[in-house]
Nanobody, 114 residues
Framework: QVQLVESGGGLVQAGGSLRLSCAAS????????MAWYRQAPGKQRELVAR???????NYADSVKGRFTISRDNAKNTVYLQMNSLKPEDTAVYYC????????WGQGTQVTVSS
């Protein structure tokens, strides 16, 4: 078992930045990858960014060039730096650890005002 705790969400104006953190209760190196997902009201949960255990990354097309995912294995923490935020980025953001079964955090709300 592992607990994932997200933090760093909030209200920001369009064009602003936020950094999300996901702190794990155990080593994250044991997982194939860590990821951030988001879910907006009335929409399905979607993958935002993913980072493998070897720090290979991939991003949703909608966030490429604006968001950066990173990891600090020593701190068991994954980050999502979000720049140039847009109103359409408004969603609950969830941290995910790829395993069977997968682990999820409780989510953190990000609201971008226009």
């Amino acid at each position: 078992q592992v607990q994932l705790v997200e933090s760093g969400g909030g209200l920001v104006q369009a064009g602003g930045s936020l950094r999300l953190s996901c702190a794990a209760s155990r080593s994250i190196f044991r997982f194939n990858a860590m990821a951030w997902y988001r879910q907006a009201p009335g929409k399905q949960r979607e993958l935002v960014a993913r980072i493998s255990s070897l720090s290979s990354t991939n991003y949703a097309d909608s966030v490429k060039g604006r968001f950066t995912i990173s990891r600090d294995n020593a701190k068991n923490t994954v980050y999502l730096q979000m720049n140039s935020l847009k109103p359409e980025d408004t969603a609950v953001y969830y941290c995910n650890a790829e395993s069977r079964p997968p682990y999820w955090g409780q989510g953190t709300q990000v609201t971008v005002s226009s």
